[in-house]
């Protein structure tokens, strides 16, 4: 079943953790997105990669790190200096950059 | 600064009637704008793209480039529409910018 996987879908951390939401994705694609989502407002871009090995920051960047080490997955790490993140996140990608983009179930993380 | 705007956040309609959902977007250069969908229980997914200038599922939209809009349209609602509909916009084909989306609702 080809397609985007995310999880967990659900994931909740304590204040001051590092948590990790994985990304993997079954498609071939050379380009991958993460989107954070809060109530009443649009996807907005976290980081972005076009090809194994690089990424961009995207409009929202502070307190997330992503890696691109394989060309299946990117994994997004929301830090303990991001100050407010429980929200709705969701993976996406795309054969490349300039192509439309597929997406994940996302994950929603809470803070405890 | 690139923006998408959806000024509905929900949209009711009978089934059967006409919908339009509204989509306004800033950008000084030549967008690519698309309309994803998500139903419920399902992924987001492409709905339209507009250089694809083509009808999917029986909606339609057009880019404006003077009023800077980029409306989905259907001439006759049906149950199976109700959704939450996204534009967005691609300025530089890397990245996509979405608005805050509307919700359809289509009444029987």
């Known amino acids: 079943d080809g397609g985007i996987t995310q999880s967990p879908k659900y994931l909740f951390r304590k204040e001051g953790q590092n948590v990790t939401l994985s990304c993997e994705q079954n498609l071939n694609h050379d380009a991958m997105y993460w989107y954070r989502q809060d109530p009443g407002q649009g996807l907005r871009l976290i980081y972005y990669s076009q090809i194994v090995n690089d990424f961009q920051k995207g409009d929202i960047a502070e307190g997330y790190s992503v890696s691109r080490e394989k060309k299946e997955s990117f994994p997004l790490t929301v830090t303990s200096a991001q100050k407010n993140p429980t929200a709705f996140y969701l993976c996406?990608?795309?054969?490349?950059?300039?192509?439309?983009?597929?997406f994940g179930d996302g994950t929603r993380l809470s803070i405890l | 600064a690139q923006r998408v705007t959806q000024p509905e956040k929900l949209l009711s309609v009978f089934k059967g009637a006409p919908v339009e959902l509204k989509c306004n977007y800033s950008y000084s250069g030549s967008p690519e704008l698309f309309w994803y969908v998500q139903y419920s229980r399902q992924r987001l997914q492409l709905l339209l793209r507009?250089?694809s200038r083509e009808s999917i599922k029986g909606f339609t939209a057009d880019l404006n480039k003077g009023e800077t809009s980029f409306h989905l349209k259907k001439p006759f609602a049906q149950e199976e529409d109700s959704a939450m509909y996204y534009c967005a916009l691609s300025p530089q084909g890397n990245k996509l910018v979405f608005g805050a989306g509307t919700i359809l609702r289509v009444k029987s």
């Open positions: 996406g990608s795309s054969i490349v950059s300039n192509q439309p983009q597929h």
């Open positions: 507009h250089i």
